[in-house]
């Protein structure tokens, strides 16, 4: 069982498109990180939230942890090719001190 | 400050040898984490160092072992390589919560 999930796993729509993702827990985390990946390289750090309810912006991408911090999403606007990759939510839940990645969202976009 | 850094890049290994990887983490960054990366199993986590110890370990078979360096330097080893370990494999450290990757080393065996 994996402790973050995420959704959808799969994602391809046309360039301008707007689109979420989800990052579910039944954990409570004392913060959660979104990162980037590409083919081949190390995940890129986006952003932390740590606040719960906190909304934080980057560019064309908006990142939010709920309320009860079980839970994160990241909107993009008016999506680009250039924001073609693997998303991956993670954070250390507050019962341990260990790091937990989601699933990830494949996040395709047609030029 | 230089981020983490991961020698070699890329390794060809035969079945059934060994291999070591190298991990420098950020500067002042205690903690090494190590994952595995393929296609179809997404990203696991191998374990992770603190000053020293394994604070973490993930569900790996005992071929799978790492160290730490009172620098922070970290390596990970696998021995008798099997087929199924080709996979990207990701180093990470960590301040306190936030953990930064490195490149990556490619491994593929054959």
């Known amino acids: 069982t994996q402790l973050l999930e995420q959704s959808p796993q799969f994602l391809s729509i046309q360039e301008g498109e707007n689109l979420t993702v ?25 952003v932390t939230v740590v606040t719960g309810g906190e909304v934080k912006k980057l560019k064309r ?44 969202t494949s996040l395709t976009v047609i030029p | 400050k230089a ?40 990203l696991q986590f191998l374990f992770e160092y603190f000053s020293e110890t394994q604070r973490n370990k993930g569900n790996f078979p005992g071929r799978f072992s790492g160290r730490q360096f009172s620098n922070s330097r970290s390596e990970m080893n696998v021995s008798t390589l099997e087929l199924g370990d080709s996979a990207l494999y990701l180093c990470a450290s960590r301040d306190s919560y936030e953990q930064y990757f490195g490149p990556g080393t490619r491994l593929t065996v054959t």
Do not use: M
């Open chain 1, 22 to 46: 989800y990052c579910n827990s039944s954990s409570v985390f004392s913060s959660l990180q979104w990162y980037r990946q590409e083919p081949g390289e190390g995940p890129v750090l986006l």
């Open chain 1, 61 to 104: 991408l908006t990142f939010q942890f709920g309320d009860a911090r079980k839970d994160s999403s990241l909107h993009i606007t008016a999506a680009q090719p250039g924001d073609t990759g693997l998303y991956l939510c993670a954070g250390v839940p507050n019962t341990g001190n260990q790091f937990y990645f989601g699933t990830g």
């Open chain 2, 3 to 42: 981020g983490v850094t991961q020698t070699p890049r890329y390794l060809i290994k035969t079945r059934g040898q060994q291999v070591t990887l190298s991990c420098s983490p950020i500067s002042g960054h205690r903690s090494v984490s190590w994952y595995q990366q393929t296609p179809g199993q997404g």
